[in-house]
C-alpha cells in the first residue's frame, strides 16, 4: 500500500519542480563580440576597434584625436603580441 502513495507524491514533486524551470536562458540575445586590439596605457589595459596594420617591421601605433597621446597597439592583452605594419604612420582614432 506504501507503493501507491510514494509514486503519486514522487510526480507531484517532479511536477512541481519542473513549473520552476524555463527557457528563458535560452532564448537571451548574446552580446555580440567585436574583434578589437588593445593599448596600454597608465598601467591598464584599454580596448580599441581592429585596426588594420599590415604586417612589416614597424610598430602600429593609435593616436586619439589629431593632438592626443600616442600608445603601441597590441593584437592581444600581453605586452609581447605588438602589431607590426609596413609605415610608420599613426592611426588617428
Known amino acids: 500500500m506504501k507503493k501507491l502513495f510514494l509514486i503519486p507524491a514522487m510526480a507531484l514533486l517532479v511536477v512541481l519542480g519542473m513549473s520552476f524551470t524555463n527557457l528563458a536562458s535560452a532564448n537571451k540575445v548574446q552580446p555580440e563580440v567585436f574583434a578589437s586590439d588593445y593599448i596600454f596605457a597608465n598601467g591598464n589595459w584599454r580596448a580599441v ?7 612589416g617591421t614597424v610598430t602600429c601605433r593609435v ?3 589629431a593632438n592626443g597621446p600616442i600608445y603601441d597597439l597590441y593584437d592581444e ?3 609581447s603580441t605588438k602589431k607590426n605594419q609596413s609605415d610608420g604612420t599613426v592611426i588617428v582614432l
Open 63 to 65: 593616436q586619439f584625436g
Open 77 to 79: 592583452m600581453d605586452l
Open 49 to 55: 576597434p581592429e585596426q588594420n596594420c599590415t604586417s
